[in-house]
């Protein structure tokens, strides 16, 4: 499977955890998003990575958020002390970037339960 | 905040041809118009996309009107495994930096 894998698929937590998604993106992908969508709703723009650059951030991701592309490839997006208004699913999409289509490709998501 | 206006919810029959309608009215002159769905418990699709032509692939169609404020997403024989939420979406730039989705149209397609 050469598309976009997120893990894990679904997480239960407690409030006050700490929890981490993996994105890993289509090879050769340079540009690397993260969203989050609850239900009922479109999925929401978080930030997005161009190479390891974090080039936007959404004024929804709060300083209990932190996403990382530390090498260009694979990302990561904390979350610590979650609460309970965090249960969502988390989407990361990857696109080529200059030259591409304006295509993204997403993940399966990962959801979050936050009890 | 999204730039378009979808209807909450439409039903097609199997095997008719499914028009879903978006007004993007505020569109700028290098703003893309881009179709995306998301079926049950999975991430979004990429559909289909278009500046000022009417544009067709193998999934779909998109008219868009010659003043650019709507478009249409035609799916040209609706099956069962069409039904999914439709997403009509403006971005800037062709090599978008992001998508800002709004909330789409439910397709419910029935036998």
């Known amino acids: 499977d050469t598309g976009v894998s997120q893990d894990p698929r679904h997480k239960i937590t407690k409030r006050g955890q700490n929890v981490t998604f993996r994105c ?8 690397l998003y993260w ?52 249960s969502a699913m988390y989407l990361c999409a990857s696109s080529p970037g200059l030259g591409g289509t304006g295509e993204l490709f997403f993940g399966e998501g990962s959801r979050l339960t936050v009890l | 905040d999204a730039k378009t206006t979808q209807p909450p919810s439409m ?25 995306y769905r998301q079926i049950h418990s999975q991430g979004p699709q990429y559909i289909i996309h278009g500046l000022k032509n009417n544009e067709t692939n193998e999934m779909a169609s998109l008219i868009i009107t010659e003043d650019r404020k709507s478009s249409t997403l035609i799916l040209p024989h609706a099956t069962l495994r069409d039904t999914a939420v439709y997403y009509c979406i403006v971005s800037e730039s062709y090599n978008t930096d992001k998508l800002i989705f709004g909330t789409g149209t439910r397709l419910q397609v029935f036998p």
């Not at chain 2, 039903?11 to 118009?33: F, K, M, Q």
């Open chain 2, 11 to 35: 039903d097609c029959a199997e095997g008719r041809a499914a028009n879903l309608p978006c007004n993007h009215s505020t569109i700028s002159g290098n703003e893309y118009v881009y179709w």
């Open chain 1, 24 to 31: 890993d993106p289509i090879s050769e992908h340079n540009r």
């Open chain 1, 35 to 86: 969203y989050r969508q609850t239900l009922g709703q479109g999925p929401e723009f978080l930030t997005y990575f161009q190479n390891e650059a974090q080039l936007e951030k959404s004024r929804l991701l709060s300083d209990r958020f932190s996403a990382e592309r530390p090498k260009g490839s694979f990302s990561t997006l904390e979350i610590q002390r979650t609460e309970q208004g965090d």
